[in-house]
């Protein structure tokens, strides 16, 4: 039999094989090139949505700016605040960005491989008031530059990841602080105020341009697991600064910078004690640090609001200035007390125990001369520390003297070229017990032992418990 065949039935027919055979190959295509994680990780929350950032334009070629794409997510994802929250996944890459807002009932979570390249653009980083409570810059006197990742007014936050790397590129900044170039005070990386409820945790910090994680004016905090690494000449990089802050707890951290490992902070002069806010209610606990112009644990020098129940424990200093310093100044008020740490190590320091009462550095020529700091009830206790060239230098205020100080059980080895005095006081009133070397007269040795304070009681933030969350998703 012979068949009859139509050209056009041919080419009919060879135009959807061909039709066919694309859609195969992009197909295939496709499934080469979706992506599909699982991961799980500890936090205050889970969400009930979740979106790659690739879902919203960005890419993460190091090169491409995403701030445009990190906005447009989180304004999309904000639409499920009230429906279980959202989680902004961002993928492994080189993912470039200028300063980007947070949202409430949100999650930002870095793949393990993923790295947030802070902009050279100063363009892309918006400049915000002073905050209240300090009046001017730090930097300079008009505002600052919004931090790179930043959040305000908000409930319910956390920024968290894989051990993932957010690195400031801040060598661009410090070279322009020094050349005294910028007009406003330099970004820090991330900066939450005014919220409740916040998660920073699991990531590892390079380079800011100036403080690292700032909450202020918020309550309710958790700082776990995070690395914090900068070069020890870089300019007030501090690692974490709570200020105004009730009920944080910072644990977990490794901390090298060119400033003070954790910074505990309140507001500054008039502009402090104006606003009333004070620190309390802060834990800190197995905290590594290193940094050799600077201490491990700075109460002030912005401590104009207060600073009241601070209690570290656990603490490792190496190649430290000081171990803890108490910064203030005529000027300041506020008050620094109920301040408790024991189980501290440190090896090579300048001094062990550094306070402070002639600072100085104010925020303008408005300070008022009556306004007198507050600093007592000072305990340090179980304490070791070697090659120390003095073992502490306590410095009160003329007629507004540091009281309730207590040292005990700690033994200070000093350096093969330490000071011929180890201690220097005054100003200055309490006791010790069992300090080795011998403190000054002002801290007489209790002739029966003696330890100093540690609460024993729970604060709020230590019975919140983090939840396991696990999420799978397929991305592009």
Avoid at 103 to 111: A, G, K, N, R, V
Avoid at 125 to 148: H, I, M, N, Q
Avoid at 378 to 388: G, P, S
């Amino acid at each position: 039999m012979k068949l009859w065949r139509s050209p056009v039935s041919y080419q009919v027919i060879k135009t959807v094989l061909v039709v066919v055979l694309v859609s195969l190959l992009r197909g295939g295509e496709s499934r080469k090139t979706r992506i599909l994680e699982s991961f799980e990780y500890s936090a205050l929350n889970c969400r009930a949505h979740t979106a790659s950032l690739t879902e919203f334009g960005g890419v993460g070629d190091g090169k491409t700016s995403n701030t445009k794409a990190f906005q447009t997510a989180v304004d999309k994802l904000s639409h499920y605040a009230s429906d279980g929250g959202a989680q902004l996944f961002v993928p492994a890459g080189k993912w470039l960005t200028g300063s980007f807002s947070l949202t409430s009932h949100f999650t930002l979570y870095l793949h393990k491989d993923a790295v947030l390249l802070a902009s050279q653009d100063i363009n892309e980083w918006p400049v915000l008031k002073p905050l209240p409570s300090y009046g001017r810059g730090r930097d300079a006197a008009a505002g600052r530059f919004t931090s790179l990742i930043f959040g305000t007014n908000l409930t319910d936050v956390i920024i968290t990841g894989d051990n993932a790397t957010i690195d400031g590129q801040g060598e661009f900044w410090w070279q322009q602080f020094h050349k005294k170039k910028l007009k406003y005070t330099r970004p820090y990386l991330i900066e939450i105020m005014f919220s409740d409820q916040i998660q920073i945790s699991n990531l590892t910090l390079l380079n800011s341009p100036s403080w690292n994680v700032h909450p202020v004016y918020s309550s309710n905090i958790i700082i776990q697991g995070i690395t914090i690494i900068a070069p020890v000449t870089s300019p007030n990089t501090d690692g974490i600064n709570p200020d105004s802050c009730t009920n944080t707890r910072i644990e977990d951290c490794n901390i090298v910078s060119g400033d003070d490992c954790v910074a505990v902070k309140s507001g500054w002069d008039e502009y402090g004690i104006a606003f009333g806010w004070p620190t309390k209610q802060l834990i800190i606990r197995r905290l590594t640090c290193i940094s050799p112009f600077s201490a491990v644990i700075a109460l002030g020098s912005e401590m104009s609001g207060g600073i009241q129940d601070v209690r570290a424990e656990d603490i490792v200093a190496i190649h430290t200035e000081s171990g803890v310093r108490i910064k203030t100044a005529v000027g300041r008020g506020g008050f620094v007390k109920d301040i408790y740490v024991k189980k501290m190590t440190m090896h090579t320091m300048k001094w062990a125990f550094w306070m402070t009462g002639n600072y100085g550095s104010h925020a303008d020529t408005h300070w008022d001369p009556h306004a007198l700091p507050e600093i007592k009830g000072i305990n340090y206790r179980d304490m070791v520390a070697e090659n120390v060239t003095m073992a502490a230098r306590l410095e009160g205020i003329a007629n507004d003297p540091f009281t309730g100080i207590c040292i005990s059980n700690v033994t200070i080895g000093m350096a093969a070229k330490a000071k011929k005095q180890p201690w220097t006081c005054a100003d200055v009133a309490g006791i010790t017990s069992g300090v080795t070397p011998r403190p000054c007269e002002l801290l007489p040795d209790q002739q029966k032992a003696t330890s100093c304070e540690f609460p024993e009681d729970n604060l709020p933030i230590d019975l919140v418990e983090l939840k396991k969350c696990s999420y799978r998703m397929s991305y592009m």
